[in-house]
């Protein structure tokens, strides 16, 4: 599929008013995505996991209006006016209008919430663009009644990338690829896919722990550091390796190897950071508590043996991945021996989920 199959016909119908609700997951990235071409296309694949609990729901209103030249909506974090997210969400729609152009002939009342506390530093534009995406395929299938379920998922993923390029990760599918790569069927760099095999079920309802470690404003935000690997001296070398690794991966999420998967994933985290680090300007997003997190981590796998890995996103915070099966042992584990590391002692439990929730439609 191209950019131009997601552009409609001129649409034939207008609908007064209505309501959706769609409630959409974070991701946490196993194969980094870091580093990006014009207009949001990925320099290297990458391949996450959805989650389930960590989520932004988001209604959308809309009403029929006779200005058809101009965006217009309120926005409500909570149910109360933020005026904060208005340049984001101006910047969005502007991006979706040409495979979107019926959005100028409504006025919309966005009204959004995150399940996770909002300063966790944990990214909600994944989960708030999903979010956003679905409502927008839930007005355009009420135009366009015909189209199938694949076209609605495959634009709501390529209209949340054209928001937020790890967002495409977070609408359909409880591992989702984004990127164009040789072994993975109908990958593509405009949306993400649902890992097409079949999963081994050493993977089945896998554990992500959150640890918040930092919960204050990252001081690299990950628009600067996308844009930073370009003309970076390690970037050929990365974006290779990330295609090297998700071939391995995805060996290892059909086998069911968790030695394998651990070592591919803490790789993938450590030279997120260390292209972070060998930028030019350089930074650092990890703190001291993240590396000591990380050394508990390795101390406990070796003692006890148990299956117990991190990966880290574009901050500080430690997303601590183990099995179902090994969950009793590690949340006693972390609760013991990792909070004390934590901003407040905070933590969220997560797991593998399935994506993207119709919650109402009026
Ligand atoms: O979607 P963005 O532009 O916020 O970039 C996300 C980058 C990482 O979280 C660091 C990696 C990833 O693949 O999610």
């Known amino acids: 599929m191209t950019q131009t199959d997601f552009i409609p016909k001129p649409v034939s119908k207008t609908i ?13 990235a196993l194969v980094k995505y870091w580093g990006k071409k014009a207009h949001q296309i990925p320099a290297n694949p990458s391949v996450s996991f959805t989650l389930n609990a ?13 200005n058809h030249n101009d965006f217009s909506f309120d926005l409500l974090f909570e149910g109360k006016p933020k005026e904060d997210f208005r340049p984001k969400i101006e910047k969005f729609l502007q991006r979706i209008e040409t495979y979107c152009p019926y959005l100028k002939q409504y006025h919309f009342t966005i009204d959004t ?54 967002a495409c990760r977070s609408i359909k599918g409880k591992v989702v690829v984004w990127g164009k790569h040789a072994d993975i069927a109908d990958s593509s760099d405009l949306f993400g ?13 896998y554990q992500d722990t959150i640890l918040l470690v930092d919960k204050g404003e990252k001081q690299v935000s990950s628009t600067v550091g996308h844009d930073l690997m ?60 993240t590396l000591e997190i990380i050394n508990r981590i390795w101390e406990f796998r070796q003692q ?3 299956p117990v890995c991190f ?3 574009a901050g500080a915070n430690v997303h601590v991945l183990y099995p179902e ?9 972390i609760q013991s021996e990792l909070l004390g590391y934590c901003q407040n002692q905070q933590y969220i439990c997560d797991e593998i989920g399935n994506g993207s929730l119709l919650i109402n439609n009026e």
């Open 325 to 333: 099966s090994d969950k009793v042992e590690v949340l006693q584990f």
């Open 311 to 313: 990966t880290l996103d």
């Open 16 to 28: 007064e008013s209505g309501t959706f609700t769609w409630s959409a997951p974070s991701n946490i």
């Open 193 to 205: 896919v649902a890992f097409p095999a079949k999963i081994h079920p050493n993977f089945n309802n």
């Open 113 to 166: 919430q995150n399940t996770f506390p909002h300063s966790s530093g944990i990214a909600s534009s994944a989960s708030g663009m999903a979010a956003l995406a679905m409502n927008v395929m839930s007005l355009e299938k009420e135009l366009y009644p015909e189209i199938t379920d694949d076209y609605f998922y495959r634009k709501a993923s390529f209209l949340a990338r054209l928001g937020s390029g790890s």
């Open 230 to 289: 370009n003309g970076h001296a390690y970037a050929e070398a990365r974006f290779n390796q990330a295609q090297g690794n998700l071939s391995k991966l995805k060996n290892v999420l059909e086998n069911g190897d968790i030695q394998s998967f651990m070592q591919i994933v803490e790789s993938e985290a450590l030279t997120l950071h260390a292209m972070m680090m060998a930028s030019m300007p350089y930074f650092i997003l990890m703190k001291p508590n």
């Open 54 to 66: 960590c989520k932004t729901i988001t209604s959308l209103s809309f009403q029929n209006k006779e």
């Open 304 to 306: 006890r043996n148990i």
